[in-house]
């Protein structure tokens, strides 16, 4: 994979040019996409070098991928669904514009399922052709993985950022809800979306970000002898598999073999509700949300996205108000949990990559978080007994994003490519 | 003016019928828009007959004008800025698809300020064309209050529902924050911007918004024995005139004599604060929304929010953070105050609309409660001695909607066209 720290490192000592890491990222995906399938559009390659060569800014010399349902002004962005095929919008996403006017280029549009929900993609899972990269940023993921740019741009709404990071084998960051802008990206359920970030480790994602708004974000060192990790199987563990049970298990034995404390953490009944509460939310909001493309367009609609929106078109106002009080009790019931514990740790996905494109996946172990709006982070590095990878993710309190990134970097060096028994 | 509890009795009882009262909307447009410069686009008379003739829904026979930061398929959407002359949006905004489906037709879209910011647009006040009608919803108020639609939609990320509802002397809704969805329209500030609605009366504007929203609003008679009033002349009451002092003078001897019980509340020191930290959220959030716009056209912004937009860049994260916790406790102030009194009192506006069209007015009595997102209701039917509006507002608690829009109609009723001593 390419290396967001490595490549700025590289441009700082000297060693490469912002215009050539580019050139670098635009020759891998020339190389790597027709297998992959992870780029709706990709840059052109003399703009985009151009940029490159006259880029000035922290983030000069990085090329980002970016999820198809976010805009930009100069390459097509089709939201996954033939109803926005060719669609050119008139401006970039604040996003966007962040990225370039910090120095970054867009290498291109990452393929994103339909208007960013469950109905599949084409893009393949870089560990296996024959696996579900996951979705709904199955492009974002499949790109960092498959080493074509240092970092990609996705959105969760349900498990759209830690599931294909964790199917991908890659750091998959989901922030506080709302650190990163979602202006100008195409809203599913406003309540839920939230922008994130894949990169090939938390360091790099954390050194992107920081550059990106600004803000402390750089991994610290993590003293294990003051680290309190709550071990949070949830209500839903009987759908964890036995390659997730295995990783959950080995992420925490390295944990407290390195002398950090381990807390079992029993679900709220809060939180099992917030779970519960969170797909009356999303979508009641998606039928309001996607209102004109269901009025004139639900005959280009896949059939589950269709039903969905039935579905959410049938929900009340009141019951809508009870599940926003529900995921009110949820995040409060968060800030309880994070007075015993300073991170938890809990699967990222129910299992590895499952066979076929036809789903992306389950989100049972992320929609949780997106409701509760908490700092998540996938830690790659553990593979089943087929190689493919098993995620497990690392939470933190509200706002308090840079442990999150430094206790998943801290776990990614323990872990350095573990092997799970068959 | 046109109301719309009228127009669909009329139409129920089968006086009218929608097509007819859509060209009834339509012709008051033709005979009267030229000299009020309230539509930068009217709707074509054949297509929103045709959508008339075949209205179905709750709304059916309502003609709405549409703030022009809101997207339409069908129409352009200008932003108020010559950056998004022409503009054409690929799918209605949420809000708009919401209208659609309930049998509404678009009349039109309503001149806004440039982006919904302070830079005043051409509209005149109906009452007086020498001055202005309020921003940034200006085309919205002067609409309806020149009786050419019955509603008009707009937004307020500072004061630009209650401001324009106030000197045009019209009942204005800013419900609570996300009760009406802002998918699809122009983002200045995430945290803050709010859609909602102007009408003849609160009654009509009930009536509008329960049909729209499903949502149980219609007003309810207000057993004044039983009401606990707050009169709330904040802590920057030395910017009320002598015409706002009078109108919330008034308003509040009309409910007592009525039987309500008055408590003159002290501003809360969380709620001073949080009016001062709505410009930082506002302008940080307004850089990052409009960094396409700022990167690519600011020489064809103004001045006013050019500058706004450095302020804006210029403000760090921690800063940024800081105000938004100044915020959440502002909100939570906000919670405590409803303990101790039913609605809240205060003024809408400084005094009358000023004289002339280069400012449309202060927010300052509006930004507070923009920040916590109360439900805030202008109450027309005050007029100072030149024949000019005076609005006060009445606010309720968070989600108590029903009870803010009841309250104001009782107040109107109480009004009835009062007029303050010179």
Redesign the interface.
């Given at each position: 994979m390419q290396s967001v720290l490595t490549i700025l490192n590289a441009i700082e000592s000297g060693e490469t040019t912002p215009r050539a890491a580019i050139a670098r990222s635009l020759g891998a995906i020339a190389d790597k996409d027709a297998a992959i399938g992870a780029f709706a559009t990709v840059a052109d390659r003399k703009t985009a070098l151009a940029a490159a060569a006259g880029a000035k800014g922290p983030l000069a010399g990085i090329a980002v991928g970016v999820k198809d349902i976010i805009d930009t002004?100069d390459m097509p962005t089709g939201m996954g669904s033939p109803i926005?095929a060719g669609?050119r919008p008139?401006?970039?996403?604040?996003l966007?514009?962040?990225l370039?006017?910090r120095g970054a280029v867009i290498a291109g549009k990452t393929v994103a399922t339909e208007f960013a929900f469950l109905q599949p993609a084409t893009t393949v899972n870089p560990h296996n052709p024959a696996h579900t990269p996951g979705g709904s940023s199955s492009g974002s993921a499949a790109a960092v993985a498959a080493g074509m740019v240092p970092v990609a741009i996705g959105t969760q709404t349900g498990g759209s950022i830690i599931r294909p990071a964790a199917y991908c084998g890659v750091a998959g960051y989901k922030p506080s809800f709302?650190l990163a802008?979602?202006?100008?990206a195409k809203?599913f359920s406003?309540?839920l979306d939230t922008a994130g970030f894949f990169a090939a480790t938390a360091a790099d994602i954390a050194a992107f970000v920081a550059r990106l708004?600004?803000?402390s974000l750089d991994v610290e060192p993590i003293d294990p002898a003051t680290l309190r990790i709550g071990i949070y199987k949830t209500s839903v563990w009987d759908q964890a598999d036995a390659d997730t049970r295995a990783a959950l298990a080995l992420a925490a034995e390295r944990m407290a073999a390195s002398g950090a404390t381990l807390v079992e953490i029993d679900e709220p009944v809060e939180l099992a509700a917030g779970r519960e509460a969170h797909s009356t939310i999303q979508n009641f909001?998606a039928g309001?949300?996607l209102?004109?493309?269901?009025?004139?367009h639900r005959d280009r609609m896949s059939d589950i996205l269709r039903t969905t929106l039935e579905q959410g078109r049938a929900i009340?106002?009141d019951a809508y108000?009870v599940a926003r009080s529900i995921a009110r009790r949820a995040r409060h019931a968060t800030g309880e949990l994070f007075q015993a514990v300073d991170v938890i740790l809990t699967p990222s996905v129910t299992g590895a990559a499952p066979r076929g494109l036809s789903s992306t996946g389950s989100p049972i172990f992320n929609k949780l978080w997106t409701l509760t709006g908490n700092p998540c982070v996938n830690v790659p590095g553990i593979a089943n007994a087929a190689g493919l990878p098993v995620g497990v993710q690392v939470l933190a309190r509200f706002?308090r994003d840079r442990l999150a990134l430094s206790a998943a970097s801290w776990l990614e060096s323990l872990l350095a490519s573990a092997e799970i028994a068959p």
């Amino acid at each position: 994979m390419q290396s967001v720290l490595t490549i700025l490192n590289a441009i700082e000592s000297g060693e490469t040019t912002p215009r050539a890491a580019i050139a670098r990222s635009l020759g891998a995906i020339a190389d790597k996409d027709a297998a992959i399938g992870a780029f709706a559009t990709v840059a052109d390659r003399k703009t985009a070098l151009a940029a490159a060569a006259g880029a000035k800014g922290p983030l000069a010399g990085i090329a980002v991928g970016v999820k198809d349902i976010i805009d930009t002004y100069d390459m097509p962005t089709g939201m996954g669904s033939p109803i926005y095929a060719g669609n050119r919008p008139p401006a970039d996403a604040a996003l966007v514009a962040m990225l370039r006017a910090r120095g970054a280029v867009i290498a291109g549009k990452t393929v994103a399922t339909e208007f960013a929900f469950l109905q599949p993609a084409t893009t393949v899972n870089p560990h296996n052709p024959a696996h579900t990269p996951g979705g709904s940023s199955s492009g974002s993921a499949a790109a960092v993985a498959a080493g074509m740019v240092p970092v990609a741009i996705g959105t969760q709404t349900g498990g759209s950022i830690i599931r294909p990071a964790a199917y991908c084998g890659v750091a998959g960051y989901k922030p506080s809800f709302r650190l990163a802008p979602l202006v100008g990206a195409k809203t599913f359920s406003w309540s839920l979306d939230t922008a994130g970030f894949f990169a090939a480790t938390a360091a790099d994602i954390a050194a992107f970000v920081a550059r990106l708004t600004g803000r402390s974000l750089d991994v610290e060192p993590i003293d294990p002898a003051t680290l309190r990790i709550g071990i949070y199987k949830t209500s839903v563990w009987d759908q964890a598999d036995a390659d997730t049970r295995a990783a959950l298990a080995l992420a925490a034995e390295r944990m407290a073999a390195s002398g950090a404390t381990l807390v079992e953490i029993d679900e709220p009944v809060e939180l099992a509700a917030g779970r519960e509460a969170h797909s009356t939310i999303q979508n009641f909001e998606a039928g309001i949300a996607l209102g004109f493309e269901y009025a004139h367009h639900r005959d280009r609609m896949s059939d589950i996205l269709r039903t969905t929106l039935e579905q959410g078109r049938a929900i009340t106002p009141d019951a809508y108000d009870v599940a926003r009080s529900i995921a009110r009790r949820a995040r409060h019931a968060t800030g309880e949990l994070f007075q015993a514990v300073d991170v938890i740790l809990t699967p990222s996905v129910t299992g590895a990559a499952p066979r076929g494109l036809s789903s992306t996946g389950s989100p049972i172990f992320n929609k949780l978080w997106t409701l509760t709006g908490n700092p998540c982070v996938n830690v790659p590095g553990i593979a089943n007994a087929a190689g493919l990878p098993v995620g497990v993710q690392v939470l933190a309190r509200f706002g308090r994003d840079r442990l999150a990134l430094s206790a998943a970097s801290w776990l990614e060096s323990l872990l350095a490519s573990a092997e799970i028994a068959p």
